[in-house]
């Protein structure tokens, strides 16, 4: 996406584009590049979670908080998990004003997500490892704490655009 929209500023006739890591000029990156680049100083060198192991990650997540819930046929409980994580991160509403329901042979279970995201959250930092939407996540949580590094990106960047930020946001 980057070299795409680089492409088509060559041929506009915009000079000095760049990667992020040029000072002057017009820097080019994908949303998730540029939330890298802002976490990367705090976090330091980390895996990024997706697929199979993104699952994985979340049922042990889901496991090791002690709930304790029933397969049932249809449902996906880490699915929903993901999915309820997705929108913490994705519109930056409190994780703790999410809740679940899963069905159980006995009923439905409500759940809080504070309860998996916790721990979640804990082990992902300990293991260095982020999601896609964390980059965005975090980044965006690190410019809303800290006045200082917020500046030193306001100084740097007098404008972002985000092609195509739809794609990323429900």
């Known amino acids: 996406a980057a070299e795409q929209l680089r492409d088509r500023l060559s041929v506009l006739g915009v000079a000095n584009v760049y990667p992020l890591e040029k000072e002057n000029g017009v820097n080019i990156a994908t949303f998730n590049s540029f939330g890298h680049r802002i976490v990367r100083p705090e976090f330091g060198n980390y895996d990024v979670l997706q697929g199979r192991e993104e699952r994985q990650f979340v049922k042990n997540a889901i496991d090791k908080s002690g709930i304790r819930l029933s397969p049932m046929r249809g449902e996906d409980p880490v699915g929903d998990v993901i999915a309820a994580s997705a929108r913490v991160r994705r519109g930056l509403v409190p994780y703790y004003s999410e809740t679940l329901e899963f069905k159980q042979p006995n009923g ?28 965005i996540y975090s980044a965006l949580n690190l410019l809303l704490k800290d006045p200082v ?11 972002i655009l985000v092609d195509e930020y739809q794609d990323l946001n429900d």
């Open 108 to 135: 439905v279970m409500t759940v809080d997500l504070n309860d998996i995201w916790l721990p979640m959250r804990q082990a992902q930092e300990s293991k260095k490892l982020l999601t896609y939407d964390d980059q």
């Open 149 to 159: 590094l917020r500046r030193e990106f306001q100084k740097r960047y007098r404008f």
